[in-house]
């Protein structure tokens, strides 16, 4: 039986396991994919388990991704950039890849939901900073976008992940979010803004082309209040509950040796499992 999951502190509010066990009965893999409590000083020790305890890998959430990259063996390209891991694949020989697969699932979400989608249509704006921000940004910089606007709360953290990429970025401040959607063909909101329990992103779409894509990654509420308000004036939304699908479809590939499909039954699944409608 092939073995994987999932490292957390904490962690169980994954939804990982439904994510994953579904396809493993989905697909008739005899494996399992559990929760892995476990705090950042005992990170080092879990992940040199990892082999030994016949895991082919896991994943990580908070507070692991950045200490992670610092830990493995090794790391691919993507993972190096954002600057944190999100998936451990262990090799034949008990040594450590880190990969990051956010990059992947901001892309595929994309284009599933909106398929016309081209990242050279026109300028993008990025809202956030952090390490979804970094995946976005990342994301758009392989798909040949020629300008991106990026904005953040504290500015500084938004000059550094410019500087950290490079290309072509302009770091705008907060307070001129509103004004620099004016030509942009997609919008990200890249923040916590919106997302239950959190305060709501302020900000005016008046200046946003109708044509242009709205992609919010906050996924709880599934229909954010930017995604309802680009909605009602024409714009495409994406909602962020495809990311973190899409997101896992390379872990599995890696680990259990089928690259699996979002399907709406999957959808359907995990929305009841989050209490989304």
Same mark, same amino acid.
């Given at each position: 039986?092939?073995?994987?999951?999932?490292?957390?502190?904490?962690?169980?509010?994954?939804?990982?396991?439904?994510?994953?066990?579904?396809?493993?009965?989905?697909?008739?893999? !005899?494996?399992?994919?559990? @929760? /892995?409590?476990?705090?950042? *000083? &005992?990170?080092? $020790?879990?992940?040199? #388990? %990892?082999?030994?305890?016949?895991?082919?890998?896991?994943?990580?959430?908070?507070?692991?991704?950045?200490?992670?990259?610092?830990?493995?063996?090794?790391?691919?390209?993507?993972?190096?950039?954002?600057?944190?891991?999100?998936?451990?694949?262990?090799?034949?020989?008990?040594?450590?890849?880190?990969?990051?697969?956010?990059?992947?699932?901001?892309?595929?979400?994309?284009?599933?939901?909106?398929?016309?989608?081209?990242?050279?249509?026109?300028?993008?704006?990025?809202?956030?900073?952090?390490?979804?921000?970094?995946?976005?940004?990342?994301?758009?910089?392989?798909?040949? !976008?020629?300008?991106?606007? @990026? /904005?953040?709360?504290?500015? *500084? &953290?938004?000059? $550094?992940?410019?500087? #950290? %990429?490079?290309?072509?970025?302009?770091?705008?401040?907060?307070?001129?979010?509103?004004?620099?959607?004016?030509?942009?063909?997609?919008?990200?909101?890249?923040?916590?803004?919106?997302?239950?329990?959190?305060?709501?992103?302020?900000?005016?779409?008046?200046?946003?082309?109708?044509?242009?894509?709205?992609?919010?990654?906050?996924?709880?509420?599934?229909?954010?209040?930017?995604?309802?308000?680009?909605?009602?004036?024409?714009?495409?939304?994406?909602?962020?509950?495809?990311?973190?699908?899409?997101?896992?479809?390379?872990?599995?590939?890696?680990?259990?040796?089928?690259?699996?499909?979002?399907?709406?039954? /999957?959808?359907?699944?995990?929305?009841?499992?989050? $209490?989304?409608?």
């Amino acid at each position: 039986m092939i073995r994987a999951g999932v490292m957390g502190w904490p962690v169980e509010h994954s939804r990982s396991p439904a994510l994953h066990g579904f396809w493993l009965e989905q697909y008739r893999i !005899a494996g399992d994919y559990v @929760l /892995l409590s476990v705090p950042p *000083e &005992r990170l080092e $020790a879990a992940l040199r #388990a %990892l082999a030994a305890d016949g895991f082919a890998g896991c994943n990580l959430t908070l507070p692991h991704k950045e200490q992670a990259l610092r830990l493995v063996d090794r790391a691919d390209a993507t993972a190096r950039r954002i600057g944190a891991v999100n998936t451990i694949v262990v090799a034949a020989d008990g040594t450590l890849e880190g990969r990051n697969t956010d990059a992947f699932g901001f892309h595929e979400n994309l284009v599933t939901t909106v398929p016309e989608w081209r990242a050279a249509a026109g300028p993008a704006v990025v809202l956030g900073a952090g390490g979804a921000a970094r995946a976005v940004v990342t994301s758009l910089l392989d798909q040949g !976008a020629a300008e991106i606007r @990026l /904005l953040n709360r504290h500015r *500084e &953290r938004a000059d $550094a992940l410019a500087a #950290a %990429l490079g290309g072509p970025i302009s770091v705008l401040d907060w307070k001129e979010r509103a004004a620099a959607l004016d030509g942009a063909a997609l919008l990200v909101n890249a923040t916590s803004l919106g997302q239950a329990g959190q305060p709501l992103l302020a900000l005016t779409l008046d200046a946003l082309p109708t044509g242009a894509v709205v992609n919010d990654i906050v996924y709880v509420p599934l229909e954010t209040p930017l995604l309802a308000a680009a909605r009602a004036r024409g714009n495409s939304a994406v909602d962020g509950l495809g990311m973190l699908l899409h997101q896992a479809r390379p872990a599995f590939a890696a680990w259990f040796g089928v690259m699996p499909e979002v399907t709406p039954e /999957l959808r359907r699944r995990i929305m009841a499992g989050l $209490a989304l409608r």
